[in-house]
């Protein structure tokens, strides 16, 4: 099977807060089309569309309601089609994200299965007795409370690992199983290209522990369940080996090992996964209402661990940002001052972009979006926040409501939500209507329009990160080497194959950094660098510079 994803470059759509083309505050497909030429001019080969569907928008569309129907706010299915056909006459690939781990509680599916016990669709969702007249057992959901849903009618609960809008499926009926592979042929039908599958992991739970007490959510009791990878190679051979389709899995709570079995290199099962470990390293996958900042040393382990454990076995997805996460740049970088802001940006983009794998960039990022600077609990949108205060300020009264709100500016979803910002004009161009979030107010100089301008922007770093990956096959196939590891301030890397080397340095901090110049050859030259200049051996505040080299061991 072809793997046309190995040189791609996969651009993540908000399509909520990309572009407005009818003026009505939310994104839509037209909007999308609309700015087709600018992803060309970028250079991405893959977009990732966030779901499109039907929905009642409990969770920003993850709670589906008609898989087969485009929401109503988004569009007409004529629309996606035609979005369809714009994007492959450029050469730009559609993936559709989808959820196959719950539906919504107003899908025809769950409507039925909660009318009666013996209901032809009572068995398409996870429905328990009461234990002791209360929840089978403790699991919290995602999104704060209990991960189980007393349904009055029929006397029993249901299981939902995220909202109560959200009840699971169940993967162990076969009818389920053909439900969703049935659904995704549709779409290939129509020509998406792909798909990335929500939480994807969670899908087969262990029976003999629904009625267990856990100490830890409940969406960590269910991943990578006994019969995972029988589904997924079922997945595989009924919809996505015969088109060629890429997949990319969410899939929370895994490890080097569990990759390799759900990604391998046969394509018997997902073309990659992401992973949260490094979304973890400053703790924000375990409790992210903290202020805790992330440390360099232990962002290298884990990149490094991925990197080296997959090579020649499984196939990298490299991100530092999506809808879930804060804006990498606020998270990773520096925005105190705009020179930093710049510097780090451009820093991030390199030190990612020279890693094996394929790399997401998140729509926004592109520009050095950043956090937005949210300043009452009335200005978020996002049902994780909303629920996270109300769980920890009201009910446990664990965090105190400044503390909470300060917490949520920084790792709240709503983060990366804001309106992708196009230029200086009312509403960042993004609509000529009040957006349904707030836009960030640094889009007045921070937007598409200035980067465009000037050929020193963010933008055409990123740019020409998309062009080297495609030109330089020592990016795609050359394995991975961490030098200075002890170092806690740079992360300096080697990417190796039989007639290059390119030999990476990144500084995370604001100071002026020596670095061990012994690895670069007098025959070096620089591949990509975030300053015009370069100062052998030293670095400075946010500087990475990339060096190519012909690899001595074999020429």
């Known amino acids: ?306 990197q080296v454990g997959l090579y020649n076995k499984s196939w990298n997805s490299l991100f530092w940002s999506n809808h879930d996460q804060p804006r990498c740049v606020s998270r990773f970088g520096d925005t105190s001052t705009p020179f930093y802001h710049e510097k780090s940006a451009k820093m991030l983009g390199i030190c990612l972009h020279m890693m094996q794998g394929t790399p997401y960039i998140y729509q926004g990022e592109e520009l050095g979006m950043t956090n937005a600077p949210f300043e009452s609990l009335e200005d978020y949108r996002d049902i994780d926040s909303l629920n996270s205060y109300k769980q920890l300020v009201e009910v446990e009264k664990s965090v105190a409501h400044e503390d909470m709100l300060r917490y949520l500016r920084k790792s709240s979803r709503d983060n990366a939500r804001t309106p992708m910002q196009w230029d200086n004009s009312e509403y960042a161009g993004f609509s000529k209507k009040q957006p349904w979030i707030m836009i960030n107010p640094n889009y007045k100089y921070i937007n598409a329009k200035i980067e465009l301008s000037n050929t020193n922007s963010i933008f055409y770093t990123y740019k020409k990160l998309i062009q080297l990956r495609k030109e330089y096959n020592i990016i795609t196939d050359g394995y991975y080497e961490l030098f200075m590891e002890d170092d806690p301030n740079i992360y300096a890397y080697k990417r190796i194959n039989k007639e290059q080397e390119l030999i990476v340095y990144c500084n995370f901090t604001s100071y002026l950094l020596e670095y061990d110049s012994s690895y670069i050859h007098e025959d070096a030259s620089i591949l990509i660098s975030n300053y015009e200049d370069q100062l052998l051996g030293k670095l400075r505040a946010y500087e990475s510079v990339v060096f190519i080299q012909k690899n001595r061991k074999t020429s």
Request: net charge negative; glycine share 6%.
């Open 1 to 306: 099977m072809e793997q046309w994803w190995k040189k791609g470059v996969v651009y993540q759509i908000y399509t909520r807060s990309f572009k407005d083309s009818n003026n009505d505050g939310v994104g839509d497909l037209n909007g999308i089309i609309s700015c087709l030429d600018y992803l060309k001019f970028l250079g991405v080969d893959i977009l990732w569309l966030t779901p499109i569907y039907e929905s009642p928008n409990d969770d920003n569309g993850y709670d589906i309601s008609d898989y087969r129907k485009v929401i109503n706010e988004f569009g007409t299915i004529e629309d996606f089609l035609e979005l369809l056909n714009e994007a492959h006459s450029r050469g730009i690939k559609i993936v559709m994200d989808i959820v196959f781990n719950h539906t919504s509680d107003e899908h025809r599916w769950f409507i039925e299965s909660k009318s009666s016990k013996d209901n032809p669709y009572r068995d398409y969702y996870i429905w328990k007795e009461p234990k002791d007249g209360h929840e089978p057992n403790n699991w919290t959901s995602c999104f704060q409370g209990s991960a189980w849903e007393y349904d009055e009618n029929t006397k029993e609960y249901y299981l939902h690992l995220f909202s109560k809008k959200q009840p699971d499926l169940n993967w162990q009926n076969p009818k389920v199983r053909q439900e969703a592979f049935d659904i995704m042929n549709y779409w290939a039908n129509l020509g998406v290209d792909g798909f990335r599958l929500d939480v994807i992991n969670l899908i087969s739970k262990d029976e003999s522990k629904y009625y267990i007490d856990s100490d830890i959510k409940g969406h960590k009791v269910c991943a990578n369940g006994p019969n995972i990878h029988e589904y997924l190679q079922e997945m595989n051979q009924q919809v996505l080996y015969r088109k060629s389709l890429m997949t990319v899995g969410e899939t929370p709570s895994v490890s080097v090992d569990d990759a390799k079995r759900f990604a391998p290199l046969d394509g018997s099962e997902l073309s990659m996964i992401f992973q949260f470990e490094m979304m973890n390293v400053d703790g924000a996958e375990d409790n992210k209402w903290t202020d805790r900042r992330f440390k360099l040393l232990d962002l290298k382990r884990i990149m490094t661990n991925w």
